[in-house]
């Protein structure tokens, strides 16, 4: 069992950027893949990125490919979400999850940890 809190949320004009981070608990962390999930309001939860265990496997959605960026720092037990030219379509609240695995997850109901998720909001 791994909790996972999320911070870096916030409101942005549309261009602009954002970094989210995930700090998660415990001594395995490298051994969790990782991934970030968000759900606007009347919508269902989407995936958005995950990170292996394995530094260099990623995998994007494609609404995201090309502006976000998933990384981890195993040392600091944290992952990251840059989200850059930030779009009012990516408003909604973002969630970190985790799995003790090897391989990338896309699929949410495969986590078996979830942060408390924080806000992004980005107007136009």
């Known amino acids: 069992q791994v909790q996972l809190v999320e911070s870096g949320g916030g409101l942005v004009q549309a261009g602009d950027s954002l970094r989210l981070s995930c700090a998660a608990s415990?001594?395995?962390?490298?051994?969790?893949?990782m991934g970030w999930f968000r759900q606007a309001p009347g919508k269902e939860r989407e995936f958005v990125a995950a990170?292996?265990?394995?530094?260099?496997?990623?995998y994007y959605s494609d609404s995201v490919k090309g502006r976000f960026t998933i990384s981890r720092d195993n040392a600091k037990n944290t992952v990251y979400l840059q989200m850059n030219s930030l779009k009012p379509e990516d408003t909604a609240v973002y969630y970190c999850?985790?799995?003790?695995?090897?391989?990338?997850?896309?699929?949410?109901?495969?986590?078996?940890?979830w942060g408390q998720g924080t806000q992004v909001t980005v107007s136009s």
């Open positions: 415990g001594r395995t962390f490298s051994a969790y893949t």
């Open positions: 990170v292996g265990w394995s530094v260099g496997s990623t």
């Open positions: 999850a985790a799995k003790y695995t090897r391989g990338v997850i896309i699929n949410d109901a495969q986590y078996e940890n």
